[in-house]
């Protein structure tokens, strides 16, 4: 029996319908407690697709790098970023419908048609779909999916680098406890989502050490 997996089945009948390029969109960093959430905008060249593209939550970090590295080659890609402070003062899904939008803007071209991960379209004039689990059914948001993760886990390494103690080349920002043991020992960052619960406490528990010191 033939795995079953993403396939182009939405882009070609979009396609038809629309008569240009489908775009599929999809983003990385919804629920961790820092960092920033990406979204990508992928247009795949059906002539020139990589091999073994499928949900990021279902690939290896090697895969990821080496089909996000493949994709900036073969397709046409747009990067959109939401920042901790866009995502603390608009909250963490029109956060997410930005950097969508942002990722769209960045191909550089208005798409025929766009394909959104998830169970909403952000408000925008794009003609557009929503597919629930879209980046394990639909081969441009799987695609997107790769890019956008890939495109954070870098984004948080650096981060990582300049505020060790948190975890973040491994953890990407998700409450793992070595991350929540250090915002309850070294308190929040400016990278951190103050607007999320576990950081808002750390930051009201860790306020009142620092004055009484």
């Given at each position: 029996m033939l795995k079953s997996g993403p396939h182009l089945k939405f882009e070609r009948k979009y396609?038809?319908?629309?008569?240009?390029?489908?775009?599929?969109?999809?983003?990385a960093g919804r629920?961790?407690?820092?960092?920033?959430?990406?979204?990508?905008?992928?247009?795949?060249?059906?002539k020139g697709i990589p091999e073994g593209i499928d949900d990021s939550k279902a690939l290896t970090a090697a895969k990821r790098e080496r089909l996000c590295e493949e994709l900036l080659k073969c397709a046409k890609v747009g990067l959109g970023i939401a920042s901790v402070e866009e995502i603390?003062?608009?909250?963490?899904?029109?956060?997410?419908?930005?950097?969508?939008?942002?990722?769209?803007?960045?191909?550089?071209?208005?798409p025929a048609f766009v394909l959104v991960d998830g169970n909403r379209c952000p408000d925008w004039a794009h003609q557009s779909h929503a597919v629930i689990g879209g980046d394990?059914?639909?081969?441009?948001?799987?695609?997107?999916s790769i890019v956008a993760k890939h495109r954070r886990d870098c984004m948080m390494a650096e981060l990582d680098a300049l505020h060790p103690g948190y975890g973040w080349a491994?953890?990407?920002?998700?409450?793992?406890?070595?991350?929540?043991?250090?915002?309850r020992t070294l308190g929040p960052t400016p990278h951190h989502?103050?607007?999320f619960a576990p950081v808002a406490q750390a930051h009201f528990d860790f306020g009142p050490r620092i004055a009484a010191e």
């Amino acid at each position: 029996m033939l795995k079953s997996g993403p396939h182009l089945k939405f882009e070609r009948k979009y396609q038809r319908l629309h008569k240009g390029l489908v775009a599929g969109v999809d983003e990385a960093g919804r629920g961790p407690l820092a960092g920033p959430v990406v979204a990508a905008a992928v247009v795949l060249d059906p002539k020139g697709i990589p091999e073994g593209i499928d949900d990021s939550k279902a690939l290896t970090a090697a895969k990821r790098e080496r089909l996000c590295e493949e994709l900036l080659k073969c397709a046409k890609v747009g990067l959109g970023i939401a920042s901790v402070e866009e995502i603390d003062s608009l909250n963490i899904l029109w956060a997410t419908m930005l950097a969508m939008t942002r990722a769209v803007e960045a191909l550089g071209f208005v798409p025929a048609f766009v394909l959104v991960d998830g169970n909403r379209c952000p408000d925008w004039a794009h003609q557009s779909h929503a597919v629930i689990g879209g980046d394990a059914l639909c081969l441009s948001i799987a695609a997107a999916s790769i890019v956008a993760k890939h495109r954070r886990d870098c984004m948080m390494a650096e981060l990582d680098a300049l505020h060790p103690g948190y975890g973040w080349a491994s953890n990407k920002g998700y409450a793992a406890r070595v991350h929540q043991e250090a915002l309850r020992t070294l308190g929040p960052t400016p990278h951190h989502r103050r607007s999320f619960a576990p950081v808002a406490q750390a930051h009201f528990d860790f306020g009142p050490r620092i004055a009484a010191e």
